[in-house]
């Protein structure tokens, strides 16, 4: 099934232009990361070529072919909101997310295994959104290991937690 006839051309026809924006590796880079960028912050975390990673959001095609570029040989992007996936070792949303997006993320998103990371942006305009963020992501039992801030967005790297009803007594 073809393009019908006139819809790309003739009278009143509008072009349709695609543009996506591939990540750059300064996307995420921050001085506390020593060789800046996202591989180094990967890296640093434990995240090897084979690891799970769910890329989820409206950014995310840009961030898929990141990863791919960069070699990572696990790499699917998931839908926002409910779907059916597995749990990854790594869930990424590229794009800055304000509380309400975090908590619908937290809520909603593709989930990561227990030990597993989340890797988020936020807008970092004030330190009451710093500490809405960092709330959600205890709440949801992730424990902040990375908090990056700079060009006006932090970067959170949260490792997802046991339940507390599931965690073996010591």
Do not use: N
């Not at 690891?51 to 961030?63: C, E, F, Q, Y």
Request: proline letters at 4%.
């Amino acid at each position: 099934m073809g393009v019908p006839a006139g819809l790309l051309s003739g009278t009143g026809a509008r072009r349709l232009r695609v543009r996506v924006k591939t990540m750059q590796d300064d996307d995420f880079e921050a001085a506390a990361v020593p060789d800046g960028g996202l591989a180094a912050l990967l890296r640093a975390s434990g995240v090897t070529k084979d690891s799970v990673i769910r890329i989820t959001g409206p950014s995310g095609l840009g961030a898929v072919l990141w990863f791919c570029r960069h070699d990572y040989r696990q790499v699917g992007y998931v839908r926002p909101g409910r779907c059916r996936t597995e749990d990854g070792d790594v869930v990424f949303a590229p794009q800055r997310l304000d509380a309400e997006g975090l908590a619908r993320l937290l809520a909603d998103g593709p989930h990561v295994r227990e030990g597993g990371l989340l890797v988020i942006q936020t807008a970092e305009s004030s330190g009451q959104r710093t500490q809405a963020a960092s709330s959600l992501l205890a709440e949801a039992g992730y424990l902040v290991e990375h908090r990056l801030t700079g060009r006006h967005r932090g970067v959170y790297v949260a490792r997802r937690q046991a339940a507390p009803h599931c965690r073996k007594a010591a």
